[in-house]
């Protein structure tokens, strides 16, 4: 049992060193499979994030390292330990069960890149001509006729506002042509890509219009376009 517990806290060390601060751990940590669920609650304080999540065996109190997670995602909790009788001085709450473990890589992708989102210095007005050729979209055109042109190849050119790079295999930018207007959020698209660009670039761009995406941690959208190329 001694060999076990020793074996336990050295693969947790690095999370419980900075988890467990000023905290009071009643009972030792014991290992457990991944746990997977949809966020009902989130309690943040100064070092990490305690999560209440759904799962599949019923509701469960989660601690990860501090990560932007929004209340209604989906996150995978890697590497669980259960703690019983954890008392929480930050919360002020003793939990009869808890997970501590680390947030599943493509919630912490997703909530890191989401919460370092930058906007071009120029906010100026955006007026971009509209691609040429037969599946040439304006980006209100793709978003307000999502459903007609769900999986099928579109070209569009725009301003680059938003980029993060190499998040989940894949470059995520933000496109706007001018056209929409921002109430409705029919003036801006997501494109997934491999190719490289930057941040106020204006680029021309192929690729597949999907909908209904979810992609984890919170961050689902209605429409997108996806496998995208740069075209000259």
Request: charged content about 20%; overall charge positive; glycine content about 8%.
């Amino acid at each position: 049992m001694k060999v076990l517990l020793a074996i336990c806290l050295i693969v947790f060390a690095p999370f419980v060193s900075s988890t467990w601060a000023g905290e009071n751990p009643v009972s030792a940590p014991r290992s457990a499979t991944a746990v997977s669920g949809e966020v009902l609650e989130v309690n943040d304080v100064e070092s990490y994030t305690y999560l209440r999540l759904k799962t599949r065996d019923g509701e469960t109190w989660a601690a990860v390292a501090k990560a932007p997670v929004k209340k209604g995602a989906k996150v995978t909790i890697e590497n669980a330990m259960v703690m019983n009788n954890f008392e929480s001085k930050s919360l002020h709450k003793t939990f009869p069960t808890i997970l501590f473990g680390n947030l599943g890589r493509a919630g912490k992708d997703m909530a890191g890149a989401h919460s370092a989102v930058v906007k071009v210095a120029d906010a100026g007005p955006i007026n971009i001509p509209k691609a040429s050729g037969s599946n040439a979209r304006t980006v209100a055109e793709i978003v307000k006729n999502a459903v007609s042109l769900k999986d099928k190849q579109v070209l569009v050119r725009g301003k680059i506002v938003k980029y993060n790079s190499e998040i989940m295999g894949k470059n995520w930018l933000h496109l706007r042509d001018g056209s929409g207007v921002p109430a409705d959020n029919t003036n801006d698209i997501l494109v997934t890509t491999t190719a490289q660009a930057k941040l106020g670039d204006i680029v021309t761009v192929m690729g597949m219009v999907r909908t209904d995406k979810d992609f984890g941690a919170g961050y689902s959208y209605k429409v997108l376009i996806e496998e995208a190329s740069l075209q000259p």
